[in-house]
């Protein structure tokens, strides 16, 4: 037995069972005998586990509760724990034009790096993937255009590491490369552009270097600092090279995330399954995320019910720079949503409330909010 229990409102049985080093059968046993019928899954309150615990001739202590504003604190101030740090997968995210080749190139990638016991084995495609190259992981997020990426944005969740402007040296620059930059620029995260469909015969990527230069991406050889590469994603022509340049630039990065705390990231798309209710890919960015976790995620909350890889498979945990796909959730989240784990599953639901309740109230202001304009319109 531990000398003080410390506890959270609204544990189970099975929770102080681990707590106590007993087993959940005699927590309920114990609790029945002080005349509370419950089973190892339901919540106790306050007063319960104290008794329980002067039953045992321990001294209980209440552990501070986990607020509801914790998610927003725990990216905007980095209050993650960062005395323990190890570094972490770069995730990438490949942005440009219109038709200069964004999913051939991640297809091309997705294909060409899975390892021989995954093969025949990609049954769904998520939002993200990690591939190998060499002995490093690279996380490539597989975000339908420009629009999730802004709206990711918009929510505050900057979850890009690094950016591949993708431009067809058949085309050039156009509007879309130009407004991927700026997204990057905002984003701060360094553009490493690849020169796409060289192999095409009109190809011309001395210009879309020159073009570039116009927008601050000076190429190393006209004495900058921006890297281009030179590749065909229909053929794979120079594609482990922009692989390699991917993995240069991350070093510099130094990215490192503290896997042993409770898992936190960001969500990348979400929807709703027929069968398996919500569904949602999650980019976890700091900590572990568990199989079981209680979790609050944007407004909603759930337990992570399964957790599958890019390749439908199961797994039990994921560590930072890892996308997941889970169910368990109650709503459906939206794509820039944060996620956190909570300790338990009554403060995950609890927060969850408060934040899908301050979010309606958030929504009413902005909807209905009688102004003396339209005050005056109605009367
Ligand atoms: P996205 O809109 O940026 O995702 O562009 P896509 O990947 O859909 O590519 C648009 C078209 O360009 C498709 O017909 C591709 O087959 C073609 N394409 C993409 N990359 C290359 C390349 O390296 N060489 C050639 N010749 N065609 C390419
Ligand atoms: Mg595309």
């Not at 060289?198 to 927008?215: C, F, G, R, S, T």
């Not at 006209?222 to 229909?234: L, N, Q």
């Given at each position: 037995l531990p000398k003080v229990l410390v506890y959270q409102d609204g544990m189970n049985a099975q929770d102080l069972g681990k707590l106590l080093h007993r087993e959940p059968a005699e927590i309920v046993k114990k609790l029945f005998m002080l005349g509370m019928m419950v089973n190892q899954n339901q919540s106790l309150d306050k007063d319960a586990i104290e008794l329980l615990a002067t039953d045992y001739g321990i001294e209980a202590k209440e552990k501070e509760n986990v607020n509801v504003s914790d998610i927003d604190k725990f990216f905007n101030e980095e209050e993650h724990n960062t005395d323990y740090q190890e570094s972490r997968p770069p995730v990438v995210t490949i942005m440009g034009h219109v038709d200069h080749g964004k999913t051939t190139l991640l297809d091309y990638l997705r294909h060409s790096h899975i390892t021989a016991g995954e093969a025949g084995g990609i049954t769904q495609a998520i939002g993200a993937y990690q591939l190998k190259h060499g002995d490093q992981t690279i996380t490539f997020l597989d975000t339908p255009g420009h629009a999730a990426f802004t709206a990711m944005r918009a929510r505050g969740a900057d979850i890009t590491d690094v950016?591949?402007?993708?431009?067809?040296?058949?085309?050039?620059?156009?509007?879309?490369?130009?407004?991927?930059?700026?997204?990057?620029?905002?984003?701060?995260?360094?553009?490493?552009?690849?020169?796409?469909?060289?192999?095409?015969?009109?190809?011309?990527?001395?210009?879309?270097?020159?073009?570039?230069?116009?927008?601050?991406?000076?190429?190393?050889?006209?004495?900058?600092?921006?890297?281009?590469?030179?590749?065909?994603?229909?053929?794979?022509?120079?594609?482990?090279?922009?692989?390699?340049?991917?993995?240069?630039?991350?070093?510099?990065?130094?990215?490192?995330?503290?896997?042993?705390?409770?898992?936190?990231?960001?969500?990348?798309?979400?929807?709703?399954?027929?069968?398996?209710?919500?569904?949602?890919?999650?980019?976890?960015?700091?900590?572990?995320?568990?199989?079981?976790?209680?979790?609050?995620?944007?407004?909603?909350?759930?337990?992570?019910?399964?957790?599958?890889?890019?390749?439908?498979?199961?797994?039990?945990?994921?560590?930072?720079?890892?996308?997941?796909?889970?169910?368990?959730?109650?709503?459906?989240?939206?794509?820039?949503?944060?996620?956190?784990v909570f300790n338990n599953e009554k403060t995950a639901r609890a927060a969850g409330e408060e934040r899908a309740k301050e979010s309606q109230i958030e929504e009413r202001k902005q909807n209905n909010r009688v102004t003396l304009d339209n005050l005056f319109d109605s009367m």
């Open positions: 950016t591949v402007l993708v431009v067809a040296a058949d085309d050039g620059v156009m509007p879309q490369t130009v407004e991927a930059i700026d997204h990057a620029k905002a984003a701060g995260t360094p553009i490493i552009v690849a020169v796409n469909k060289i192999d095409k015969p009109n190809a011309n990527p001395q210009h879309v270097k020159e073009h570039l230069m116009n927008y601050g991406l000076v190429p190393e050889d006209f004495g900058g600092d921006t890297i281009f590469v030179d590749i065909s994603a229909k053929n794979g022509t120079n594609v482990d090279e922009l692989l390699n340049m991917i993995l240069l630039q991350s070093e510099v990065l130094e990215l490192k995330a503290n896997p042993k705390q409770n898992g936190a990231g960001s969500v990348v798309e979400a929807r709703l399954d027929k069968g398996k209710g919500p569904v949602a890919t999650l980019l976890v960015q700091q900590g572990t995320l568990h199989v079981g976790d209680p979790i609050v995620v944007g407004d909603t909350f759930g337990r992570v019910r399964t957790m599958t890889n890019e390749n439908g498979k199961d797994i039990k945990d994921a560590k930072p720079s890892t996308p997941v796909e889970i169910t368990g959730l109650n709503d459906v989240p939206e794509a820039g949503d944060r996620f956190i």
